[in-house]
C-alpha cells in the first residue's frame, strides 16, 4: 500500500501527530522501532504538564507548549486521561536568588501568563511548612498541572489507529530511498513501505534517521535524568511542584507529586555519548538526595521505592528541530528536549497544518470515532473501589498487585486491548502493576502468567 504519510518514531510527540492527521482524508502509517510506543524518551520524565511560561521566550517551543496545554486541558478528560492542577512553586532563600525569582515573575506576567504571582515566604512556609527555613519569596504558578506520562502516548496512538492509522511496532527504518513520488522506507528485515512525504520524530535517534535521507542539520547529544521515587506516604507531605531559583544554565531539580500517588525528586542533567545509557549512578542520586535536603528536609523520612532515569531528546542546538523540507516531502520533528510532553499537541497541530494543504483531497472527516483509556490517577476511582463493577464482573475485585491494587480485570483488559502490551514493562505503564513498594517482588509472577497467556491468546 502507497501511503501519504509515514511517521517514523512513536514516542508522544509522533503518537500525537498520528492522531491529528488521522482527522483528515490521509493515509497515514506511524512505524516505530521498538515493540512497543513511548519506550524511549517519553517513557522517562517529570510528567509535568507546563503552560510554557518557563519556556524560553518567543520560541516556536513557547508557543507550541502553550498551545498543547491548552488542548491538554480540553482533549485529554474525553480520552479518560487524568490532569491534576496541583500549582508550582520556584523557591527562593537568598537575596541573590529573591531577584532572579521576582525577574521571573515580571517576565511571566508580561508574557500573558496573569495568573503568576510572587509568594511572601512567610506565606509559603505557613501553607508549605515541610520547606528549609528562610524562605525569602516564590513564584507561584498556579496553573501547573501533574497528568499520566504512560497512558498520554497510548490514548494519542489508540485515537490514531481507531481513526484510520496504520501502526507498525517493531518496525525500525535502516533505509530511506528517494522516489520521484516520495520516499521507500526499509528496516533491517527487508520489508519495505512507500509515503508521499515523511515525518521523523525519532527523538534520540532523529539524528541517525535524518542520515538516512542525507540530512545533518543537528546532532543529537542526549541528555540523562536520574530520579528518587518516593513512597505515597511523602505524599501527605508534599503536593505541589516545587522548583529552585533557576540559574542561567538549569532549571535545577524539582521536587514533584506524581499523577499515581507518589513524590518525585529530579532529574539531573548529565550529558551522555549512548542515549541507552539510563543508568543511576551513586553520584547522580547524591545530588538528589542534596536536593532534597536543602529544600525540603523533611521529606528525608520517607522511603525511597525506586530510581529511574529518562533521557532527554537534546540536540546541539537550543530550539526545538522542527524542519519542514515540504518540497522535498521530508520533514523533521526533532530536538523535543524537555517539554515534549505538554507540547505534544501543539507541536502535532502546527506539522498538521504545515502537511495537509500539500494534499489537495485531504478533507477533513466528519465524523471521529472515540477511545477512552483507563483512568490510572490515584485520586480517581479504581476498579478495586467499585462495587457495581465488582459485582458485574468479580475479575475486578481480584487485586494482583497489591501495592497499586490493579486488579485481574484491569491486566486481562490491557491484553485484550487493540493495541496489547508486548512486553512485561509496556503492561506495567498501562496498568501500574508493579510500580509499588514491592516493584514486582511478591506479584510479578503472576502477572507474567496473566502476560504470557494473553500474548499465547493473542498468537492462536
Ligand atoms: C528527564 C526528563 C524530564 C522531562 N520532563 C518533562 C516534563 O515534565 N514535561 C514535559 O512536557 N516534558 C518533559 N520531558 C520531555 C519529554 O519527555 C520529551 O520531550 C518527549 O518525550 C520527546 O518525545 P519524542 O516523541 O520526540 O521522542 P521519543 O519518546 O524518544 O520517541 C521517539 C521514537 O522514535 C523511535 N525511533 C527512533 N528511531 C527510529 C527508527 N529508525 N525507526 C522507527 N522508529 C524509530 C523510538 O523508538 C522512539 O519510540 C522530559 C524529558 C526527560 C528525559
Known sequence: ??????????????????????????RV??????????????????????AGFDTPRGTLE???VTRGFIRYQTEAPAMGLPIRRVGALTLAWSDEQRAIVEHEVAGARADGFSSVTLLDGADVLRRWPHFSPGIQCAMWAPEECIADPFSTPYAYVLDAVANGVVYRPSFAVKRADRLTNGWRLEEAKGQAVTSRLVVNSGGLRADKVEGLAGYSDFVVRPRRGQYLVLDKAARSLHDVIALPTPTPTTRGILIAPTIFGNVIVGPTAEEVSDPDDRRTTPEGLAKLREAMHRMAPALEQFPVNTVFSGMRPATDRSEYQIIPRLSERWVTVAGIRSTGFSGALGIAEHVASLLVPLFVDARRKTTTNAIVVPDLAETSQRPWQDNARIEADPRYGEIICHCERVTRGEIENAMASRIPPRTLKALKRRTRAMFGRCQGFYCGARIDAIFNSGRNSEHT
Open 62 to 64: 513557547r508557543q507550541l
Open 29 to 50: 502509517i506511524l512505524l516505530e522501532a521498538r515493540a512497543d510506543f513511548g519506550d524511549e524518551s517519553s517513557k522517562g520524565n517529570s510528567a509535568l504538564m507546563t
Open 1 to 26: 500500500m502507497q501511503f501519504d504519510i509515514a511517521i517514523i518514531g512513536a514516542g508522544v510527540v509522533g503518537t500525537a501527530i498520528a492522531r491529528d492527521l488521522s482527522r483528515f482524508d490521509l
